[in-house]
Nanobody, 126 residues
Framework: QVQLVESGGGLVQAGGSLRLSCAAS????????MGWFRQAPGKEREFVAA????????YYGDSVKGRFTISRDNAKNTAYLQMNSLKPEDTAVYYC???????????????????WGQGTQVTVSS
């Protein structure tokens, strides 16, 4: 089972940027699709972005399109989430997740992911 550790969260002003990293322990990381989700207090978990195993295809939630970019470096067993033009409503705990069955669809469904990180807090001040 792959283990995931997020880093890079913190406090930033509105309009600023952060880059989250997700380091994976498993040697077959390159075969996993990776996703980012977030959860704000009192709200349901929300899909943010996903990337297929090859890195050639990406998916985004509507609220982050054009501002966030997901990427991966399979040589480093790491996935990234570059977040630009941050807004106070982006404040949440951000989780990365790994999915072994990269079927090409349904990347926004958290239940289809096999492993999750512990989360990293992102706070955007107005």
């Amino acid at each position: 089972q792959v283990q995931l550790v997020e880093s890079g969260g913190g406090l930033v002003q509105a309009g600023g940027s952060l880059r989250l990293s997700c380091a994976a322990s498993h040697r077959t990381f390159s075969s996993y699709a990776m996703g980012w989700f977030r959860q704000a207090p009192g709200k349901e978990r929300e899909f943010v972005a996903a990337i297929r195993w090859s890195g050639g295809t990406t998916y985004y939630g509507d609220s982050v399109k054009g501002r966030f970019t997901i990427s991966r470096d399979n040589a480093k067993n790491t996935a990234y989430l570059q977040m630009n033009s941050l807004k106070p409503e982006d404040t949440a705990v951000y989780y990365c997740a790994a999915r072994s069955r990269d079927s090409g669809s349904y990347y926004a469904i958290g239940a289809l992911y096999d492993a999750w990180g512990q989360g990293t807090q992102v706070t955007v001040s107005s």
